[in-house]
């Protein structure tokens, strides 16, 4: 009997069950602001200019409350100095609707005069990243800190806090402009 009840509560759960659907969302920006270099073990013993470009993809996200995890890549360089290939792995925790917070590690190879060297990093990113339900593409910008430690001769440490803006907001005016000097498309 107790089989019976077991079946006929799995074949209901399978005909009535929804299916759940939940599209990766991605994004591409800068990171743009100070940041603090130290070599030998100390943290910050000069502080410069921090650029790099970033995209990432969400996976299992379909509102702004859930979770989401997904890879992430990026290339910056600290100072104008060295160039900083890296990637690894973003995670995002939804404590609030509108702000969550996004958490990645990750490698990175900095390449310097001292030659090619790795390193691991970590980021903290709090600031808009809601769920966009009428595209895969979900617009992001907000404050990110930074932390990289290099594992080669220098033993580099990198902390930065800036600014991340979203791909988008950097690419309207140039899209503006070109559509300005085009003109208007002719009515056939």
Known sequence: MRSVAGLAALCA???????GHADPQWNAGIVTGVCGRGADGHLWQDTCWFNGVTADVLFGRNRDA??????YVDFSTAGFDDIRPGG??????????????????GGYGRHSDAGWEPGVASQLFVGSRSYNFHSSYGITAGLVVDYQHGLGD??????VIGLRI???????????????IRGAPEDD
């Open 66 to 71: 859930d979770f989401a995890l997904g890879p």
């Open 88 to 105: 690894g792995l973003s995670a995002l925790v939804p404590w609030h609707p509108i702000f969550p917070l996004v958490l990645s590690v």
């Open 166 to 180: 979203d791909g988008l907001a950097v690419a309207l005016p140039f899209i503006a402009g070109y559509s300005l």
């Open 13 to 19: 759960l399978l005909l009535f069950a929804r299916t």
């Open 154 to 159: 220098t033993r580099e440490n990198l902390i």
